[in-house]
């Protein structure tokens, strides 16, 4: 139907302003949501691998009540052989076993709750972003006897720093009293003040004699390279589980379920936000191709007086919206893309959100990167309810007489 | 001049209805988009809302005052310098009657199963209610009945976390100022339920005077919360109370304190203009396409009335109306189905299958939207005024049509 194009074509500029500004309302759609869909798809995906960085993991290997239970003596027996098979079959290295339980720890002059974990020290600087948070002293080390590493703010509420004594107290895994002292090897500042002032980190063999774990431990933590290999890997270590004993594999949806959460709640606020545009969108199309549809209805009078079919009328007006559309497609996803991909690298900020971004383990500046699905997923939408809203004027014309049509005003 | 403008906007008025279609579908397309300001920005509007009284009310009130170390050490060792006395009296002198004095101090809760860190709070049940969730969130058993209470009342996630029940005992462990350890028992009189698992899990309460007997800290206190009218300004409060206080006390407003929610108030302001300007934006496209359309067909009629006498300011005033009124009728209808659409929603949106979601937001589980007139005002203002701009420039090309070219114009 070349002829039908380019009639099509020439009817979309027999009105260049008309047709400009209606360009313009489908790019800067366009444009808008090439933009906020590469900002949220990369905020996503930052927002997991941060939070499940900092001590979650991507997969654990838990006794079967300890996610809602959190007690001492709900182990994953010989933590250690199991965490290496895993490492064997999986061809994972990032695999490693943890201990934690709830200690009274003491300095010269304060004491404060807090939750104590074992760990195995050259394991966790590849899984884990605690190590490469510790600003003052150092991580952990294999020779590490009685080290002890804190978080920024329980060192300052303790009033202690690197070299400084502590003792803590808790239960062991017996029920019996659990007590040892320890050097301040390193002190980490995370910004996250659950963290700061929450956490303290053992060697795992440490925390193994203190508590009495007897070679078990409460996790086995598993990070992977790419999310979405996550399935893939749960299957692989849930048939390493030893039968008959009482363990579970946990993806890091059951073990932070908040974080999906909150993404879906975003989602959701965003869906709205886009629909509104593209409802709007539609309406400035819908204006258009109805006038000009309207205006016409003499031509089109003699057209199917001529013999045109009106199916063949309506393919045209069907094509102008088309071309329109796919003008503006082209001009939004460029346009977009360069917009986008400007802020990818200068950075894109606004005031207030360092405060903000902090509290979901995002950085105060991000640098939204185009992808495929960024890039078009937006205005093919639009697209398509471009070529909707011209639908019912295209249609219409079945509706009309040719000889009144002709002595329209 | 009214008779000029009489004139004026009855042909604007007039000129609209001409091409019901046409204004139809424009108004439809000013309605939806007005709809959708201010809905969406009712509903962001309410839940930060709901988020900063949370945050307010659990627990530093709107200004807070305690010694200038304590939030690097808050200790016992950073009570406030004035006796709990002699702060009621100086407070109520300065005609400040909405505060609590609290002990503040980091404890260890231990039942016969489990212990946990947690913050200790002794509070007078009668002066705190005004300030804070506790109260309100009462779920099981009773409130704190007095400062002498030796009851204590948890949150229900603690409960759980320890694996006790409700008139079961516990143990509470702190420091005192020699640095020894000071404990006591107490019964679980009272169980709270925020939807907030962070504030369950962390803050217990108590009776002021069993609190400061067991810590042998005589009549001190950790800090005193104050309670404004208005947590948007609260400026004045902070000097009121700033002055009241010795040099080595810190009086802080609630967005120092908590600058998540500081920055999130002044973010929401953000983001509702900029949410306005875009839908105005994304409208405008098609409310000045119609606009141009109407002159284009109206371009011989126009050239008539300019040979006839009519002032260019006229054509141009007459245009400027009819966007006027295309857009005051697309406000009305669009604020008052916004209000429909909103009252329906008052008792909340539930949308507890994404709590845990809203937890790390801060927010609770159940959306309340909030109409404000603030809001509304702000997105009829920014309508019109955007409008009246946007439709300048075609009005002001047909003002200046020559009258014997326009009305030979043939296409």
Not at chain 1, 102 to 112: C, G, K, N, Q, T
Not at chain 1, 372 to 382: A, E, M, R, Y
Not at chain 2, 268 to 294: C, E, K, P, Q, R
């Amino acid at each position: 139907m070349p002829l039908g194009i380019t009639l099509a074509w020439r009817n979309l500029w027999r009105h260049p302003r008309r047709t400009w500004l209606t360009l313009g309302a489908i790019a800067f759609s366009n444009v808008l949501l090439v933009f906020m869909i590469s900002l949220q798809v990369g905020m996503y995906g930052l927002m997991i691998e941060n939070s499940l960085k900092a001590l979650t993991g991507h997969i654990q290997v838990q006794a079967r009540n300890f996610i809602d239970d959190r007690k001492m003596r709900q182990v994953v027996p010989d933590a250690r052989g199991l965490a290496e098979r895993i490492r064997g079959e999986t061809g994972l290295a990032t695999v490693t076993p943890r201990t934690e339980a709830f200690a009274l720890v003491s300095s010269a002059e304060r004491s404060y709750g807090v939750q104590l974990l074992g760990v195995v020290p050259e394991n966790e600087p590849a899984i884990s972003s605690l190590p490469g948070l510790v600003d003052e002293g150092r991580w952990l080390e294999a020779g590490d006897g009685a080290g002890i590493v804190i978080g920024s703010v329980l060192a300052r509420n303790l009033r202690v720093s690197t070299g400084d004594e502590l003792t803590f107290i808790g239960s062991a895994r017996d029920g019996s009293f659990a007590a040892a002292v320890a050097e301040v090897v390193g002190i980490f500042d995370s910004g996250i003040t659950e963290l700061d002032r929450g956490i303290a980190a053992i060697p795992l063999d440490f925390f193994d004699e203190t508590f009495a774990m007897r070679g078990a431990a409460h996790r086995i933590v598993v990070t992977v390279p790419e999310l979405d290999t996550v399935p893939g890997y749960m299957d692989d270590v849930q048939a390493l589980l030893p039968p008959g004993e009482e363990l579970v594999v946990h993806d890091w949806n059951a073990l932070q379920p908040g974080l999906r959460q909150a993404i879906q709640a975003d989602i959701g606020s965003a869906f709205f936000m886009y629909a509104v545009l593209v409802v709007l969108v539609a309406f400035s199309v819908l204006n258009t191709q109805l006038m000009s549809v309207l205006e016409r209805t003499r031509e089109f009078g003699i057209n199917l007086a001529l013999g045109i079919s009106p199916g063949r009328l309506g393919r045209i007006v069907m094509l102008e919206a088309g071309i329109m559309g796919l003008l503006g497609l082209g001009a939004g996803a460029l346009l977009g893309g360069l917009l986008t991909a400007w802020l990818g690298v200068r950075g894109f900020t606004y005031p207030g959100m360092e405060e903000l971004a902090a509290s979901f383990n995002l950085p105060g500046r991000m640098y939204p990167q185009v992808t495929l699905l960024s890039l078009f997923s937006g205005p093919l939408v639009v697209f398509l309810f471009t070529l909707l809203a011209s639908a019912w004027p295209a249609l219409r014309l079945h509706l009309l007489e040719p000889v009144e049509a002709m002595r329209a005003a | 001049m009214t008779g000029f403008l009489a004139i004026v906007t009855r042909l604007a008025w007039r000129n609209l209805w001409r091409n019901h279609r046409r204004t139809l579908i424009t108004l439809c397309a000013v309605t939806v988009g007005v709809w959708a300001m201010i809905f969406m920005t009712a509903l962001m509007r309410g839940m930060v809302n709901d988020m900063i009284r949370d945050g307010i009310e659990s627990l530093p009130g709107h200004v807070q005052a305690h010694h200038e170390d304590f939030r690097f050490d808050p200790s016992v060792a950073s009570l406030l310098p004035l006796t709990d006395a002699e702060i009621e009296a100086r407070l109520v002198e300065a005609g400040i009657d909405r505060f609590s004095n609290r002990v503040n101090v980091p404890a260890v809760v231990s039942s016969e199963r489990a212990s946990r860190g947690v913050t200790l709070y002794g509070i007078d049940p009668a002066r705190d209610r005004q300030l804070s969730f506790l109260a309100g969130a009462l779920a099981d058993g009773r409130g704190l009945e007095g400062e002498d209470d030796d009851g204590i009342v948890v949150g229900r996630k603690l409960l759980e976390t320890l694996d006790t029940d409700l008139g079961k005992r516990i143990v509470v462990m702190s420091q005192d100022p020699e640095n020894d350890i000071a404990d006591r028992g107490f019964r679980i009189v009272g169980v709270f339920d925020t939807g907030l698992e962070a504030h369950e899990e962390s803050m217990v309460f108590a009776g002021k005077r069993t609190v400061q007997g067991m810590l042998g800290i005589d009549d001190r206190v950790s800090e005193v919360a104050v309670l404004g009218d208005d947590f948007r300004n609260v400026t004045p409060l902070v000097e009121r109370v700033r002055t009241l206080f010795p040099e080595n006390v810190e009086v802080l407003p609630w967005q120092e304190l908590d600058p998540y929610i500081g920055a999130m108030l002044g973010v929401m302001d953000g983001f509702v203009l900029v949410w306005i300007v875009v839908i105005f934006l994304a409208m405008s496209f098609g409310l000045v396409n119609t606009l141009v359309m109407a002159v284009f067909e109206r371009v011989r009629e126009i050239g008539l009335m300019l040979a006839l006498g009519m002032r260019p300011a006229g054509i141009l005033w007459q245009l400027v109306i009819e966007s006027l009124i295309l857009l005051a009728i697309g406000l009305g209808l669009g604020t008052g189905l916004a209000w429909l659409t909103i009252q329906p929603l008052e008792d909340g949106i539930d949308i507890s299958a994404l709590a845990a979601g809203m937890e790390m937001f801060g927010a609770s589980p159940v959306l309340y939207p909030e109409l404000t007139p603030g809001d509304v005002l702000l997105a009829n203002v920014v309508v019109l005024l955007l409008g009246f701009l946007a439709s300048l420039s075609p009005a002001i090309r047909a003002s200046r049509y020559q009258p014997v070219e326009a009305i030979t114009r043939i296409d």
